[in-house]
């Protein structure tokens, strides 16, 4: 049974969500699973507006960054660029994951701007991707997402979290067999040895880049990704948690179990607004023409797709952002303790509270 640390963030503050980091990891005997010479931190940078629960925090990143930095280590960080837009090198400016790497001596690597390599992954539906270079010189991965809901998958944590590591031309065209695709991965990648989940903002409903910010004050941090992400779900709300379908596709690859152990804090039950695709307009309209084969080849697979892509890119980062994205960012300012530590963030993104 795998041991997955639940650590409760007891005072809203930089150090008191650093507490909470490092005593989740210390829990979870981060200094077992994570060797090497070099180390690869990967978060969630899906998006370059500050919407909180978006992200990776910075706040759990930076204490991430200093318990790694006292092995003897070269490391680095990033994410990936999303299938229809480029939007990390914006993303690591305004949530300033740059100043933190800098800040740290880290390299800030977006995957999508590395040098790609043709590998065999031998899985069920992968054969063989093209990994970036700096994922397959990484001796160890640690993973940093941050907890929401999806449209897509039910949610998104340490296993779908690493969807951003295969090319962004290659993601979009399996989103029908999403869940075996994200097993295929995380099989590969059995150099990811540990996590650390952000649940201090999670997001719920449509997300994860259209969802709404849920403050839940907490941190998850294990080896075992299968085991977090059943952990995660229950916290979540999730009636069914333990058969969410690239959870279960996972352990039967052997990435995990989903048979877990809580240290720690005791496990706190919320529940989530569950995703509602059939009214996300992006993932409807998505879904409903990849089930025609023909409308699916002329639309993902050819330049047209470039349009969907803009259509899609316009809605999360001008109607979606402007109508409701603002409205949040107001509410976490104004209404919760997280205020203070936004503040800087949606400033130096150029947002106007």
């Known amino acids: 049974m795998a041991t997955v640390a639940f650590v409760k963030v007891k005072e809203v503050s930089k150090r008191g969500i650093s507490d909470a980091v490092k005593k989740a990891m210390e829990l979870a005997n981060w200094k077992k699973y994570v060797k090497g010479k070099k180390i690869f931190v990967k978060i969630n940078g899906i998006s370059d507006q500050v919407v909180p629960g978006q992200c990776t925090s910075p706040y759990v990143i930076e204490p991430v960054l200093e318990e790694l930095k006292k ?8 994410d990936a660029d999303l299938a229809a837009a480029k939007q990390l090198n914006r993303a690591a400016k305004y949530w300033g994951f740059i100043k933190l790497a800098k800040k740290h001596k880290v390299k800030f690597v977006n995957l999508s701007e590395d040098k790609l390599i043709k590998t065999k992954v031998n899985g069920k539906i992968f054969k063989e991707l093209e990994i970036p270079k700096t994922l397959l010189d990484a001796d160890c991965i640690v993973n940093i997402p941050v907890a929401k809901t999806h449209c897509l998958t039910s949610l998104t944590c340490c296993l779908k979290n690493h969807w951003g590591m295969v090319p962004r031309g290659v993601r979009h065209n399996y989103h029908l067999v999403a869940d075996q695709c994200i097993a295929d991965i995380n099989h590969f990648f059995k150099k990811t040895t540990f996590n650390v989940v952000d649940a201090t903002i999670c997001m719920e409903d449509n997300a994860p880049r259209t969802g709404i910010p849920i403050v839940t004050n907490a941190i998850f941090a294990s080896n075992d990704r299968v085991a977090t992400d059943t952990a995660v779900a229950k916290f979540m709300g999730y009636e069914n948690y333990k058969e969410i379908p690239h959870i279960v596709k996972s352990e039967e690859m052997g990435v995990g179990e989903r048979k877990f152990r809580i240290v720690g804090d005791k496990l706190e039950i919320h529940n ?10 992006i993932f409807f309209w998505e879904m409903s023409l990849r089930k025609v084969p023909l409308i699916n080849w002329i639309i993902f697979r050819t330049k047209i797709f470039s349009i969907f892509a803009w259509i899609a890119t316009k809605y999360n980062t001008f109607y979606w952002y402007n109508v409701y994205g603002k409205k949040y960012i107001r509410k976490i300012i104004n209404e919760t303790e997280y205020g203070k530590l936004y503040k800087p963030i949606v400033r130096r993104a150029g947002v106007r509270i």
């Open 272 to 281: 989530f607004k569950k995703p509602r695709p059939n009214i996300q307009p």
């Open 71 to 78: 092995l003897d280590a070269e490391i680095s960080m990033g």
